[in-house]
């Protein structure tokens, strides 16, 4: 084995600089640029989606425009105990819920979680519920029905 190939490297080469003339190591004038056009001038950003003036593929297809895309991604409202305790009503439907603005009116259905502390009895009816919730609602004496 030669004594060549086990010695450190001492010096590092530097990566080519693109647009700084003939002395750079990299061409001169469009110095791997091309000819001309937008990319080819100094400061040019094109945006990604950009497709030369045509119509945009998200304005092309009607159904990836706007905020509505996502409603039928969240179906499932999340509620804490904080959330139950901000109604002064004992019954709670999911009509109620949105009744009361502590759910969007486009849910269609809802999941009580435990987080936090539930203070008052709860009759809840039609409305999921997780297994510690569940426990924590009993031990108050509430009932739940679907």
Same mark, same amino acid.
């Given at each position: 084995?030669?004594?060549?190939?086990?010695? *450190?490297?001492?010096? %590092?080469?530097?990566?080519?600089r693109l647009g700084r003339g003939y002395g750079s190591g990299?061409?001169?004038?469009?110095?791997?640029?091309? *000819?001309?056009? *937008? %990319?080819?001038?100094?400061?040019?950003?094109?945006?990604?989606w950009f497709e030369g003036g045509a119509l945009p593929l998200?304005?092309?297809?009607?159904?990836?425009?706007?905020?509505?895309?996502?409603?039928?991604?969240?179906?499932?409202?999340?509620?804490?105990?904080?959330?139950?305790?901000?109604?002064?009503?004992?019954?709670?439907?999911?009509?109620?819920?949105?009744?009361?603005?502590?759910?969007?009116?486009?849910?269609?259905?809802?999941?009580?979680?435990?987080?936090?502390?539930?203070?008052?009895?709860?009759?809840?009816?039609?409305?999921?519920?997780?297994?510690?919730? %569940?426990?924590?609602?009993?031990?108050?004496?509430?009932?739940?029905?679907?």
């Amino acid at each position: 084995m030669s004594i060549l190939s086990s010695l *450190q490297k001492i010096s %590092k080469r530097g990566s080519k600089r693109l647009g700084r003339g003939y002395g750079s190591g990299k061409g001169g004038h469009t110095s791997s640029r091309g *000819q001309k056009g *937008q %990319k080819a001038r100094t400061g040019s950003k094109v945006p990604l989606w950009f497709e030369g003036g045509a119509l945009p593929l998200s304005k092309r297809i009607p159904m990836w425009r706007g905020k509505g895309r996502f409603n039928s991604l969240h179906q499932v409202a999340e509620l804490t105990f904080d959330d139950l305790n901000k109604i002064e009503l004992t019954d709670i439907t999911l009509d109620s819920l949105k009744l009361n603005r502590i759910i969007d009116k486009r849910f269609k259905k809802a999941k009580v979680i435990a987080k936090g502390k539930l203070n008052k009895k709860v009759h809840l009816k039609g409305i999921t519920v997780s297994a510690t919730a %569940k426990k924590e609602i009993e031990a108050l004496f509430g009932s739940i029905k679907d």
